[in-house]
Protein backbone atom coordinates (compact mmCIF):
# COMPACT_ATOMS: atom_id res chain seq x y z
CA UNK A 1 0.00 0.00 0.00
CA UNK A 2 1.14 3.43 -0.96
CA UNK A 3 1.15 6.74 1.09
CA UNK A 4 -0.48 8.43 -1.69
CA UNK A 5 -1.71 7.12 -4.87
CA UNK A 6 -3.32 10.07 -6.90
CA UNK A 7 -5.25 8.73 -10.07
CA UNK A 8 -5.89 11.22 -13.29
CA UNK A 9 -6.47 14.49 -10.64
CA UNK A 10 -7.71 17.48 -12.41
CA UNK A 11 -8.31 21.19 -10.62
CA UNK A 12 -10.27 23.59 -12.15
CA UNK A 13 -10.86 27.08 -10.79
CA UNK A 14 -12.96 30.02 -12.75
CA UNK A 15 -12.25 27.98 -16.10
CA UNK A 16 -8.34 28.06 -15.63
CA UNK A 17 -6.97 24.33 -14.79
CA UNK A 18 -4.67 24.29 -12.17
CA UNK A 19 -3.80 20.56 -11.26
CA UNK A 20 -3.83 19.13 -15.21
CA UNK A 21 -4.04 15.27 -14.73
CA UNK A 22 -1.70 14.56 -12.12
CA UNK A 23 -0.48 10.97 -11.68
CA UNK A 24 1.50 10.37 -8.36
CA UNK A 25 2.52 7.40 -6.60
CA UNK A 26 4.42 7.74 -2.74
CA UNK A 27 5.78 4.97 -1.23
CA UNK A 28 6.17 5.21 2.86
CA UNK A 29 8.95 6.17 4.31
CA UNK A 30 10.15 8.10 1.76
CA UNK A 31 10.99 11.89 1.18
CA UNK A 32 9.78 13.60 -2.17
CA UNK A 33 11.00 16.63 -3.32
CA UNK A 34 8.41 19.20 -5.42
CA UNK A 35 9.37 22.03 -7.34
CA UNK A 36 9.02 24.45 -9.72
CA UNK A 37 8.57 28.51 -10.32
CA UNK A 38 6.03 30.59 -8.08
CA UNK A 39 1.71 29.30 -9.51
CA UNK A 40 3.41 26.63 -11.08
CA UNK A 41 0.77 24.17 -8.42
CA UNK A 42 3.02 23.30 -6.13
CA UNK A 43 1.10 24.77 -3.11
CA UNK A 44 -2.04 23.51 -4.67
CA UNK A 45 -1.07 19.95 -4.96
CA UNK A 46 -0.05 20.01 -1.32
CA UNK A 47 -3.66 21.07 -0.54
CA UNK A 48 -5.00 18.58 -2.73
CA UNK A 49 -3.43 15.61 -0.86
CA UNK A 50 -4.17 17.53 2.30
CA UNK A 51 -7.91 17.09 1.56
CA UNK A 52 -8.58 21.12 1.59
CA UNK A 53 -9.45 21.41 -1.84
CA UNK A 54 -11.17 18.81 -3.78
CA UNK A 55 -10.03 17.63 -7.37
CA UNK A 56 -12.50 18.84 -10.33
CA UNK A 57 -11.65 15.04 -11.40
CA UNK A 58 -9.65 11.93 -10.12
CA UNK A 59 -9.24 10.02 -7.27
CA UNK A 60 -6.58 11.00 -4.45
CA UNK A 61 -5.68 8.16 -1.71
CA UNK A 62 -3.72 8.25 1.08
CA UNK A 63 -3.02 4.97 3.04
CA UNK A 64 -5.52 4.02 0.86
CA UNK A 65 -8.52 6.03 1.87
CA UNK A 66 -10.09 7.90 -0.90
CA UNK A 67 -10.11 11.77 0.17
CA UNK A 68 -13.41 13.47 0.30
CA UNK A 69 -15.27 10.20 -0.17
CA UNK A 70 -13.78 7.70 2.65
CA UNK A 71 -12.25 10.45 4.47
CA UNK A 72 -12.25 14.66 4.39
CA UNK A 73 -8.70 14.92 5.46
CA UNK A 74 -5.96 12.46 6.02
CA UNK A 75 -5.86 10.39 9.54
CA UNK A 76 -2.14 10.63 10.51
CA UNK A 77 -0.70 14.38 8.93
CA UNK A 78 1.33 16.69 9.20
CA UNK A 79 1.46 20.20 7.14
CA UNK A 80 2.83 23.55 6.78
CA UNK A 81 1.74 25.27 3.48
CA UNK A 82 2.21 29.13 3.44
CA UNK A 83 2.46 31.06 6.66
CA UNK A 84 0.74 29.02 9.94
CA UNK A 85 -1.98 30.31 11.26
CA UNK A 86 -1.08 30.36 15.53
CA UNK A 87 -2.77 32.45 18.38
CA UNK A 88 -1.13 35.78 18.46
CA UNK A 89 -1.33 36.08 22.67
CA UNK A 90 -0.60 32.39 22.98
CA UNK A 91 3.22 31.24 23.96
CA UNK A 92 4.66 28.73 21.61
CA UNK A 93 3.60 25.63 24.15
CA UNK A 94 0.49 26.78 24.94
CA UNK A 95 -0.61 26.91 20.78
CA UNK A 96 0.32 23.34 20.42
CA UNK A 97 -1.24 22.31 23.39
CA UNK A 98 -4.55 23.61 22.36
CA UNK A 99 -3.71 22.21 18.83
CA UNK A 100 -2.87 18.63 20.74
CA UNK A 101 -5.89 18.31 22.50
CA UNK A 102 -7.84 18.04 19.20
CA UNK A 103 -6.69 15.11 18.94
CA UNK A 104 -5.89 13.92 22.69
CA UNK A 105 -2.40 11.81 20.97
CA UNK A 106 0.41 12.94 23.29
CA UNK A 107 1.59 15.11 26.39
CA UNK A 108 2.81 17.90 27.75
CA UNK A 109 6.33 16.55 27.60
CA UNK A 110 5.59 15.20 24.11
CA UNK A 111 5.12 18.90 23.05
CA UNK A 112 7.72 20.13 25.03
CA UNK A 113 10.04 17.61 23.52
CA UNK A 114 9.07 18.37 19.68
CA UNK A 115 9.50 22.60 20.89
CA UNK A 116 13.04 21.54 21.81
CA UNK A 117 13.57 19.57 18.23
CA UNK A 118 13.48 22.68 16.30
CA UNK A 119 15.83 24.58 18.68
CA UNK A 120 12.89 26.67 21.18
CA UNK A 121 12.47 26.96 24.92
CA UNK A 122 9.21 25.08 25.26
CA UNK A 123 9.57 27.39 28.31
CA UNK A 124 9.83 30.92 26.70
CA UNK A 125 6.68 33.22 28.10
CA UNK A 126 6.87 35.39 25.62
CA UNK A 127 3.68 35.47 23.26
CA UNK A 128 3.35 34.40 19.57
CA UNK A 129 3.22 37.58 18.32
CA UNK A 130 6.84 38.71 19.71
CA UNK A 131 8.82 35.83 17.56
CA UNK A 132 10.94 36.23 14.81
CA UNK A 133 9.73 35.03 11.51
CA UNK A 134 12.91 32.49 11.97
CA UNK A 135 10.88 31.22 15.66
CA UNK A 136 7.51 31.25 13.91
CA UNK A 137 8.73 29.24 11.03
CA UNK A 138 10.39 26.63 13.79
CA UNK A 139 7.49 27.03 15.52
CA UNK A 140 5.39 25.39 12.50
CA UNK A 141 7.71 22.44 11.98
CA UNK A 142 7.46 21.65 15.32
CA UNK A 143 3.85 21.38 15.12
CA UNK A 144 3.79 19.28 12.05
CA UNK A 145 5.91 16.76 13.85
CA UNK A 146 4.35 16.33 17.48
CA UNK A 147 2.34 13.82 16.55
CA UNK A 148 4.38 11.39 14.77
CA UNK A 149 2.56 11.45 11.88
CA UNK A 150 2.56 9.20 8.97
CA UNK A 151 2.34 11.51 6.16
CA UNK A 152 4.22 14.87 6.63
CA UNK A 153 3.56 17.74 3.80
CA UNK A 154 6.01 20.40 3.83
CA UNK A 155 5.60 24.34 1.43
CA UNK A 156 9.28 25.85 2.02
CA UNK A 157 9.95 24.53 5.35
CA UNK A 158 12.82 26.22 5.79
CA UNK A 159 12.09 29.93 4.88
CA UNK A 160 12.65 33.00 6.98
CA UNK A 161 15.48 30.63 8.95
CA UNK A 162 19.58 31.11 9.26
CA UNK A 163 21.98 29.09 8.52
CA UNK A 164 21.55 27.16 11.87
CA UNK A 165 17.77 26.94 11.38
CA UNK A 166 18.25 25.46 8.22
CA UNK A 167 20.69 22.92 9.22
CA UNK A 168 18.34 21.64 12.30
CA UNK A 169 15.41 21.98 10.30
CA UNK A 170 16.90 19.24 7.67
CA UNK A 171 17.85 17.15 10.40
CA UNK A 172 14.40 16.83 11.97
CA UNK A 173 13.59 16.03 8.53
CA UNK A 174 15.60 13.39 8.10
CA UNK A 175 14.86 12.03 11.73
CA UNK A 176 10.82 11.80 10.62
CA UNK A 177 11.81 10.11 7.01
CA UNK A 178 14.15 7.20 9.30
CA UNK A 179 11.46 7.18 11.44
CA UNK A 180 9.16 5.93 8.81
CA UNK A 181 7.42 8.89 7.92
CA UNK A 182 6.40 9.99 3.91
CA UNK A 183 7.07 13.61 3.61
CA UNK A 184 6.59 15.91 0.65
CA UNK A 185 8.62 18.93 0.54
CA UNK A 186 8.04 21.82 -1.83
CA UNK A 187 11.09 24.19 -1.91
CA UNK A 188 13.08 26.94 -3.94
CA UNK A 189 15.98 25.71 -1.93
CA UNK A 190 17.08 22.94 -4.13
CA UNK A 191 20.03 21.93 -1.59
CA UNK A 192 16.54 21.24 0.85
CA UNK A 193 15.25 18.46 -2.07
CA UNK A 194 18.69 17.30 -2.97
CA UNK A 195 19.86 16.80 0.95
CA UNK A 196 16.70 14.92 1.95
CA UNK A 197 14.46 13.54 -1.05
CA UNK A 198 14.89 10.29 -3.16
CA UNK A 199 12.85 11.03 -5.65
CA UNK A 200 12.13 14.76 -7.72
CA UNK A 201 9.27 15.89 -9.39
CA UNK A 202 8.61 19.31 -11.34
CA UNK A 203 5.80 20.99 -11.34
CA UNK A 204 4.97 23.77 -14.52
CA UNK A 205 1.56 25.13 -15.17
CA UNK A 206 -0.37 22.42 -13.45
CA UNK A 207 1.64 19.79 -15.43
CA UNK A 208 3.88 17.34 -13.16
CA UNK A 209 6.88 15.52 -14.37
CA UNK A 210 9.07 13.08 -12.37
CA UNK A 211 12.97 14.30 -12.84
CA UNK A 212 16.21 12.32 -12.22
CA UNK A 213 16.90 15.51 -9.42
CA UNK A 214 16.11 19.06 -8.52
CA UNK A 215 17.12 20.57 -11.68
Not at 98 to 108: C, E, F, P, R
Not at 131 to 136: A, D, E, I, N, P
Request: glycine share 10%; proline share 3%.
Amino acid sequence: MNAVEISNMSKVIKGKTILSHINLSLEQGEGYGLYGHNGSGKSMLLRSIAGLIHPTEGIIKVFDKEIGKEISFPESLGLIIESVGFWPYYTGFENLKTLASIKGLISDAEIKHSIKRVGLDPDDKRTYRKYSLGMKQRLGIAQAIMERPDLILLDEPTNALDEDGVELVRTVVREEIDRGATVVIASHNKDDLSLLCSKFFKMNDGILKETEGAQ
